[in-house]
């Protein structure tokens, strides 16, 4: 069905631009506030294609395709930051709302622009430089020590577009690309890092803001694989400042929808813990996928309220832990077996799975688990998420 059928009552329709995970996960929630879904998919076997009735195919970088399925929305929100500057412009000018704007959304999805901003605001970073030429690195390097961490401005994902390097030399390439787009590449100083934390929370046109319990992202190989919430061991005020700075980057940078702030939890000389902001997302997150079974109210149902200005729900969590678990694509492309089997063997472990293909090293899914012991659900959300990619067969 390519044109939304709107329920009675006058609820709205809310327009996803993408049709991957993160739209499909919205279709459960947007039935249960009674809104109309239509997602904009890259074609019709997409992850939210299938379980999305309206659901027309076409290209993000398509302006045609996006403003006429723009004209049958209430308002428009993304499953990705990568549709282009561009084709926002002609997208606000058409006059349908969009959250997040360009505006916020522009430091999503360039982190030059992104760095420049939160240093002028305050916000504790790593050093950081836009480099151009050899001698750029080479200069940086000497400020701040070998290795040094290189990211592309735009465009990269779960460790793509990001490089630890030794030499200017490993950067040849890259630097040569980046000249001919004109964009530069961003040089930050490696941080020796304790662990990775989240704050996600979510920001109404009106302002009003909600964030939920500062988590701990557990990385392989550039990949988050488990989210602990919240964050284990955690120093209450650094939670607290933590919290803050997110909410801060929300107002200053006008966020409408979810977003999620990505940090190193470092130590000091002294011994104080701090942290440095690392990412911005602008839209439901990885690290917030435990908040569907684990708290009052969801991050995906968050990011529909908050998109049409509705109130918040209450961010509260609904146990003292819950982990969620990454299902990565293995060997095995018959994911329903095994999913039987984990249903039967943990009842209480919630298992979401995207409809993908399964590729080696792909997110197919997750598992949450909540409870009182978080060894125990470390163990249970890992079995549950390794016996479905095959990486254990009992």
């Known amino acids: 069905m390519t044109t939304p059928r709107r329920a009675p009552g006058g609820f709205p329709v809310v327009g996803i631009v993408g049709g991957g995970q993160l739209a499909r996960m919205c ?88 760095r420049e901003r939160l240093t002028a605001l305050g916000v504790p970073c790593p050093r950081w430089v836009r480099a151009d030429t050899a001698a750029d690195v080479e200069a940086f390097a000497a400020q701040v020590g070998w290795p040094l961490v290189a990211k592309t401005p735009r465009g990269g994902y779960d460790g793509k577009g990001v490089a630890v390097v030794a030499s200017a030399a490993e950067l040849t390439g890259w630097l040569a690309r980046a000249q001919e787009a004109g964009t530069g590449l961003l040089l930050e100083e490696k941080v020796p890092f304790r662990r990775e934390l989240a704050v996600l929370l979510a920001r109404s046109p009106s302002g009003q803001a909600a964030a939920w319990p500062v988590v701990e992202t557990v990385q392989t190989d550039g990949i988050c694989t488990e989210v602990l919430a919240p964050a284990p061991d955690l120093d209450p005020d650094l939670s607290a400042r933590a919290v803050e700075a997110g909410l801060r980057v929300a107002g200053e940078l006008g966020v409408t929808g979810v977003l999620a702030v990505e940090l190193f939890e470092v130590v000091g000389a002294d011994g104080e813990a701090s942290f440095v902001v690392n990412e911005l997302a602008m839209r439901p997150h990885n690290s917030g996928h435990w908040t569907m079974d684990g708290a009052v109210t969801g991050q995906f149902e968050q990011h529909l309220r908050a998109v049409l200005d509705l109130p918040l729900g209450d961010p509260t969590p609904r146990a003292p832990w819950t982990v969620m678990a990454n299902v990565l694509g293995g060997e095995y492309p018959d994911l329903y077996p095994t999913y039987r089997h984990v249903m039967a063997r943990d009842p209480g472990a919630k298992v979401h799975l995207y409809g993908k293909d399964v590729r080696p090293g792909r997110k197919i899914g997750h598992v949450n688990v909540s409870g009182d012991d978080l060894a125990d659900l470390r163990e249970r959300a890992g079995h549950a998420a390794d016996y479905i990619q095959g990486v254990v067969t009992e």
């Open 27 to 114: 279709a459960g929630p947007a039935a249960e506030l009674g809104l109309t879904l239509s997602v904009l998919a890259e074609g019709p076997d997409a992850s939210a294609a299938l379980v999305v009735p309206s659901s027309p195919v076409g290209e993000h970088t398509d302006a045609e395709a996006v403003l006429a399925f723009a004209a049958a929305c209430d308002v428009v929100t993304f499953d990705h930051e990568h549709v282009p500057a561009d084709v926002l412009a002609e997208l606000v000018a058409s006059g349908v709302p969009v959250h997040p704007t360009p505006e916020a959304l522009r430091f999503a999805q360039d982190k030059l622009a992104m």
